[in-house]
């Protein structure tokens, strides 16, 4: 393992929204899967993970 994939993930903030991406090749295939290949789902497993600071995040800026 290289560490590229990880090395691409990045985010964007716009406004109220987040958007976090990939822009190796092969990112969807390893998230999902092929008909060759079960998906290992690591933004999924990144994202349920971290939830809980995500909505403590959300709770501070909501707040104002």
């Not at 109220?16 to 008909?35: M, R």
């Not at 998906?39 to 709770?59: N, P, T």
Request: charged residues 25%; glycine residues 8%.
């Amino acid at each position: 393992s290289s560490g590229r994939l990880r090395a691409s993930i990045t985010y964007t903030i716009d406004g109220d929204s987040v958007e976090v991406t990939s822009d190796v090749e092969y990112a969807k295939y390893q998230e999902y899967g092929t008909i060759y290949i079960t998906g290992k789902h690591f933004m999924r497993d990144a994202m349920a993970h971290h939830l809980s600071e995500y909505i403590q995040l959300a709770k501070t800026i909501l707040k104002g």
